[in-house]
């Protein structure tokens, strides 16, 4: 069984940064990508930024620039660093990982709130 744990979210004003940390733990396998995903109150569930085995990666328009995606895999864990942030970006952040032989595995999200 494979178990993602998140932290680092909370309550920022407008401009400020905050770190999100991913960690995965148990029958992990191999690990093809891990990223992050927002869902606001009411909108679907969409992503922000995922990063690939090999390095690369990939942003939602509205996450470049401010947001980078890093991994770790000495200890298979993501990182989203945020700045920047603004209203908009408040939601549940939720970590994601896709991993052979598991499949698609969700952490069980944390928030963020960004305040005027």
């Known amino acids: 069984q494979v178990r993602l744990v998140e932290s680092g979210g909370g309550l920022v004003q407008t401009g400020g940064s905050l770190r999100l940390s991913c960690a995965a733990s148990g029958t992990i396998g191999n690990i093809i990508a891990m990223g992050w995903y927002r869902q606001a109150p009411g909108k679907p569930r969409e992503l922000v930024a995922r990063?690939?085995?090999?390095?690369?990666?990939n942003y939602a328009d509205s996450a470049k620039g401010r947001f980078t995606i890093s991994r770790d895999n000495t200890i298979n864990t993501a990182y989203l660093e945020m700045h920047s942030l603004k209203p908009e970006d408040t939601g549940v952040y939720y970590c994601?990982?896709?991993?052979?032989?598991?499949?698609?595995?969700w952490g069980q999200g944390t928030q963020v709130t960004v305040s005027l």
């Open positions: 990063i690939f085995k090999g390095g690369n990666t």
């Open positions: 994601q990982i896709v991993t052979l032989p598991t499949g698609v595995v």
